[in-house]
């Protein structure tokens, strides 16, 4: 079985700085990686995903992502926030087992501040 | 390409009530498609897998009976939440996978208010 786990629960940041999300998995199999961003209220957008190939994977609005495998992360990164970034992003780990499953972190809040 | 939609994208309802929530794959056939349950500022739970044509698989501690899964077309997957309790408000979201390259694609969820 997989698990997920973003190791922060909120993240306050400045406009226009810097900011990463954390996230690990652990799995006995191969898997898929994935961000995704919900705003309030809504479904869940997908930011950018990690399939196969090149660990550094760039998504959409500015964001990008690194598979690293020894370390079994895969860290979302924007050079320079904007206020509108602040939603919920979610890491989410799928993997074959018998059938396709999707186990999704516990969320991460990045609040950007002006 | 890959749009899923979900109806409604808000509902009320009694307490005792049925409601039923439609996930419907607009431009790509979907044999499976998942149900998650989204409690506030909680990340999402898988419920259910539903499977075009059969049985939906549910997860671990959670009622078949009260959540009741149709996927009768390759399109469309139903959730139908029955005798409906306070308990049961959630935001309901459903997902499909359409193929590797696109990974899930998500419904605008549901929020399901039960008063």
Known sequence: AQSVTQLDSQVPVFEEAPVELRCNYSSSVSVYLFWYVQYPNQGLQLLLKYLSGSTLVKGINGFEAEFNKSQTSFHLRKPSVHISDTAEYFCAVTAYTGGFKTIFGAGTRLFVKA | ?115
Not at chain 2, 41 to 50: C, D, F, G, R, V
Request: charged share 15%.
């Open chain 2, 1 to 115: 390409g890959a749009v899923v939609s979900q109806h409604p994208s808000w509902v009320i309802c009694k307490s005792g009530t049925s409601v039923k929530i439609e996930c419907r794959s607009l431009d790509f056939q979907a044999t499976t498609m998942f149900w998650y349950r989204q409690f506030p500022k909680q990340s999402l739970m898988l419920m259910a897998t539903s499977n075009e044509g059969s049985k939906a698989t549910y997860e671990q501690g959670v009622e078949k009976d009260k959540f009741l899964i149709n996927h009768a077309s390759l399109t469309l997957s139903t959730l139908t939440v029955t005798s409906a309790h306070p308990e049961d408000s959630s935001f309901y979201i459903c997902s499909a996978h359409r193929d590797s390259n696109y990974g899930y694609t998500f419904g605008s969820g549901t929020r399901l208010t039960v008063v």
